[in-house]
Structure formats: C-alpha cells, structure tokens
C-alpha cells in the first residue's frame, strides 16, 4: 500500500578565482552568518503545461530537429516554501523543475525581471530553475540550429513564452502556500549508468563500443540512490514530491516529437495513485558522466523490457515510483510542521578551462574537414569554431559565472549547480557534508559538462574542449565552496 493512499541570510560574497589555493584563503577568512531556529514552514505548489502549439526546434544533438508532433506535454513544477517565526517570515524559496535540456540565462534572466514585478516582496535570486534534461524540448538560445525562416517558433519567441509561464507558475505556487509538513527519506534504483568506456590506449568514448577488444572498462562510478522530499498540507494530503537521480531524462533523445521523457510517465504513475493532487519535482543529481542508456548487457536489458511488455520509460518511471511509495511508507510518520529552514545563494567565478595551443590547432583542422562534408554541418561547425574564439580572449575572459544555492531543511540539504557535473563531484559533495542526507542537484543554468581530470585524460566527447566551459581545476573549487556553504547551516552536527 502506498503512503500516498490516505531568508534572508543570503551570503552574497563574490569571489574571484585564480587558483584553488586562493579560494580556500578566502574560505577561511568568510565569517559565517547567524541562522534562526526551526521555524513553521509554508509551502505553496503548482504545475503548467509550456507544450508550444506549433513546431519548435529541439535542443540536445549536434544538428536541427524540428518537432513533428507531441509524444507527451513538457512541464514546470513549482514549489514555494517560506519559513515563519511568530508570524514573520524568515526566509524563502521557489524551486522549479522544468522539461529543459538545460536553462538558459536569457531565460532565467527574464523570469526574474518580470518575476520582480509581479511578486515585489519575494527576492528573485532565491528563484532557482533545473532542467530534467529532456532532449525533446525547445531550445531558447539563437544561433545554434539551422531553422525555416517560417512555420516554426524561434528560439527567442520560445525563450519569453516559456518565461512567461515560468513567472506564472511561480506566482501560483507562492499565491497558494500554507503551513505543511515536510519528510525526507533515501531509496535505491537503477536508474543510470556510466556511459564513457574505456580502452587498451587509455582513450576514452561516450557510448563506446564495449564489443572490441581493446576495450579495458568502465570509467567511472554510479549512484543509485533516490534521494527523495515529501510535502504534506495540513490535512495530511500530500502536496509535493521532490525525486533527486543521478539520471538525465533521454531515454527518447533521438525522437523528433516534443515530451518530458521518463518523468512524464513517472508523473503519471503517481498521478494515477493520488487523483493528480500531488506534484513531482524531477531533480538530476550529478550525472554528466551518467545516462539512461546501456553500452553493455544491450541485449539481455531489451530480452527484460520486451518480457514486461513495457517502454523503457515505463520501466525507469516503475523502479522510481516504486522507491517513493516505500519510502514515503516509512517515512510518513516522520513529517515535521517545525524545521530549520535556509537558503544561500552564492555566485561564483569558478576558473575556465584553458584552451591549449594543440586544441585550437585541431579545432581548425576540424572546422575545415567538416566544411567538406556533405549535409547539414553547421551545428558542428559552430560548435568547434567556438572553441578557435575562445583561444583568442582567454586572457581577458578567465573566469565563468556559476550561481549556487544551498539549502537546508531540517536534517537534509540541497546543493545546486548550472552544470553536467561528473558525478565524482557530487560524491565529493555527499561524502563531505554535515547534512544528514544531501540532494545534489545539477542543471540550475546553461549546463556545460564539468568533467573530472580522468575524464580530460581519456578525451572523448563530454571531456574534450568542445564540451567544456569550465574544467577539473573549477569543478575542485566548486566542490570546496559548495562543501563550506553546506558545513556552515550545519556547525553543530559533527562531520
């Protein structure tokens, strides 16, 4: 039987980067900031459907896919929580997932612009937006598809519709909070695999044939962990689930029809359970060496799927549905009214990736073989030129932006970041911090991979240069601020 049957202390210190020696002296020197007690929490929710009525060009492949239909409706999920002291309230929060590759500044920025001015008491830097990283959905940057100049909406026509519904959600979700309970709780499912084989040379390849005989292993780790937060109104009838994988959602990448992936049928089970009154928020954690996809067992996982009878999406949405259940069972009774609630948000200018003389003199060897090929090659070709413009201003431009938000609800903490993060620094995150239970969440903006130096060491698309806005050294001194923040909410709970 299922369970479901029945701040403003905002540390803002800006920061600048040059080593990792330098950021940890800076570390020490933050002095940290005086946090309230548990406090009634408030909770507000919301869905909407951002399903464009008209083709879109799909976002997540090296060349253009223009949408041909609707396989499932791509969605955003708010969720507003507010903590109150003797009815003032002490800090805040929207949190949003949403059916993205991956979120734009262009829309992020907007959404906060026109979020200001419809909710001018809640602080839009407290507004934080992930992607499921759906690669059915639309694309909000220009210049990166070749797309008809008619019949199809434009990325920056989509990039202020989905704003617009952004800010819509937003304003539901927090127009609609109440006093609720909250309970967290850890499961286990299969859910993704390490996706970058491999080989004999030490080289290494996204999806690479594990059928050679080179083939030497498997480069990196897994987390099957479900890390999982229930909300509950005052009625005990369940408001909220937040599900945290260490899995994008593209299960269907390849597809030309528009739809939310895996998550949509993971909304559906629970939906069907629950009479559609709760909400699912889609968390990834970190994964950007992690996919749905196997590159070995291929044919005994498809002999299983055809046995069941079932999609694969059916079959990821039934081990994770299956987790909320049993978990939500145990911990039902666990539910708190009263929690210690903050929310930090930093930004950081992590260190970029160097481009090395070797690499642009590829990426132009590159640019010229692809002018030679036949077909659409403007996507690659852009992609591999970016890398010639960045080798030009790198010694002006020697920092990239990252926004981070830590927060702590009760005994858990969670710890976001805009990238395709490896997932070597997420358990570094999760193995240092004080929290009880630490949801790392990737995906709050433009989502570049951030590869660890095994992986830059094995090459391989998601490690090269291409991939990479920032590097191993910016993903070390990501996961040394993140780990600070984190200790900081936590400085009575021994490590």
């Avoid at 499921?132 to 220009?142: A, L, N, R």
């Avoid at 539901?172 to 006093?179: F, I």
Wanted: with cysteine.
């Amino acid at each position: 039987m299922s369970y479901f049957s029945d701040s403003h202390c905002c540390c803002l210190t800006r920061i600048f980067p040059l080593t990792l020696s330098r950021i940890l002296l800076v570390l020490m020197t933050v002095a940290p900031c005086a946090f309230s007690l548990a406090a009634e929490l408030h909770v507000g929710v919301s869905m909407i459907d951002f399903t464009p009525d008209q083709p879109i060009a799909l976002r997540g492949q090296l060349h253009t896919r223009i949408s041909t239909g609707v396989d499932s409706p791509i969605t955003a999920t708010a969720l507003a929580i507010e903590s109150v002291e003797n009815g003032k309230a002490t800090d805040q929060a929207i949190l949003i997932s949403c059916d993205l590759v991956s979120i734009g500044t262009n829309v992020l920025d907007e959404t906060r612009e026109k979020l200001a001015k419809r909710l001018p008491h809640f602080d839009v830097k407290k507004l934080v937006v992930t992607a499921t990283h759906t690669h059915t959905s639309g694309t909000s940057t220009d210049g990166i598809y070749e797309i008809p100049e008619t019949g199809v909406m434009k990325p920056l026509e989509f990039a202020t519709f989905l704003a617009n519904k952004l800010v819509d959600v937003s304003v539901q979700a927090w127009e609609t909070r109440r006093p609720a309970s909250v309970a967290w709780g850890l499961g286990h499912a299969v859910t993704g695999m390490n996706r970058r084989a491999v080989y004999a040379d030490g080289s290494a390849v996204m999806y690479g044939n594990t059928k050679l005989p080179e083939f030497r292993g498997i480069e990196g780790g897994e987390d099957h962990g479900v890390e999982l937060l229930y909300f509950w109104d005052a009625e005990k009838k369940p408001l909220a689930t937040c599900v945290n994988v260490a899995c994008p959602s593209q299960i269907l990448e390849h597809k030309k029809q528009i739809g939310a992936d895996y998550w949509h049928d993971v909304r559906e089970a629970l939906g069907a359970s629950l009479g559609g009154k709760n909400r699912v928020l889609g968390w990834p954690g970190a994964a950007g060496d992690i996919s749905p996809h196997h590159i070995f067992r291929k044919a005994a996982e498809a002999r299983m799927l055809k046995l069941r009878g079932i999609p694969e999406t059916q079959e990821m949405a039934r081990r994770i549905v299956r987790e909320v259940n049993e978990v939500g069972d145990l911990v039902k009774n666990d539910a708190h009214t009263d929690v210690i609630f903050h929310h930090l948000v930093q930004n950081l200018d992590l260190p970029v990736r160097k481009v090395t003389v070797e690499e642009v003199e590829e990426a132009k060897r590159k640019v010229e073989e692809l002018k030679k090929k036949e077909g659409e090659q403007g996507v690659r070709i852009g992609w591999t030129s970016r890398v010639i413009d960045r080798f030009k201003g790198q010694d002006k431009n020697i920092t990239y932006p990252a926004e981070i938000h830590v927060l702590r609800i009760g005994d858990i903490v969670i710890a976001t970041n805009p990238f395709e993060l490896f997932q070597d620094f997420g358990i570094q995150i999760q193995g240092r911090s004080k929290a009880l239970q630490t949801f790392v969440v990737q995906l709050t903006g433009p989502g570049t991979y951030l590869p660890t130096q095994r992986a830059v060491n094995g090459g391989g698309y998601s490690a090269i240069i291409q991939s990479n806005q920032v590097g191993p050294e910016g993903g070390q001194v990501l996961v040394e601020k993140t780990v600070e923040m984190i200790n900081s909410l936590f400085d009575d709970v021994k490590p």
